[in-house]
């Protein structure tokens, strides 16, 4: 089992960062591929970024590429986002995978944290 709880979000104008956190725990995080993903009412959860087990590998989807920087420790996960835009506006949710291969599919991800929600105004 593994145990995620996110920190973070918030109301910010365009333009401006946020540091979203995950803190996680449980006996599979060292070897479990991680990410973040988001969501709108009415639409499917997104793949945002996904990280390897190490930390070595990394993905990001290409309306967040060379804004927001995915990284890890030993007891987190983070999602620095720059540049915010009005469209980033999404409940961000932190997963974790049973595999260590950092998949940018939802359904490959089985643990779940109960969501953070970042708005960003124009």
């Known amino acids: 089992q593994v145990q995620l709880v996110e920190s973070g979000g918030g109301l910010v104008q365009a333009g401006g960062s946020l540091n979203l956190s995950c803190a996680a725990s449980?006996?599979?995080?060292?070897?479990?591929?991680m990410g973040w993903f988001r969501q709108v009412p009415g639409k499917e959860r997104e793949f945002v970024a996904v990280i390897s087990w190490g930390g070595g590998t990394t993905y990001y989807a290409n309306s967040v590429k060379g804004r927001f920087t995915i990284s890890r420790d030993n007891a987190a996960l983070y999602l620095q986002m720059n540049n915010l835009k009005p469209e980033d506006t999404a409940t961000y949710y932190c997963?974790?995978?049973?595999?260590?291969?950092?998949?940018?599919?939802?359904?490959?991800?089985?643990?779940w944290g109960q969501g953070t929600q970042v708005s960003v105004s124009s």
């Open positions: 449980g006996r599979t995080y060292s070897r479990s591929a």
């Open positions: 997963a974790a995978s049973l595999s260590s291969v950092p998949y940018s599919d939802a359904a490959r991800y089985q643990y």
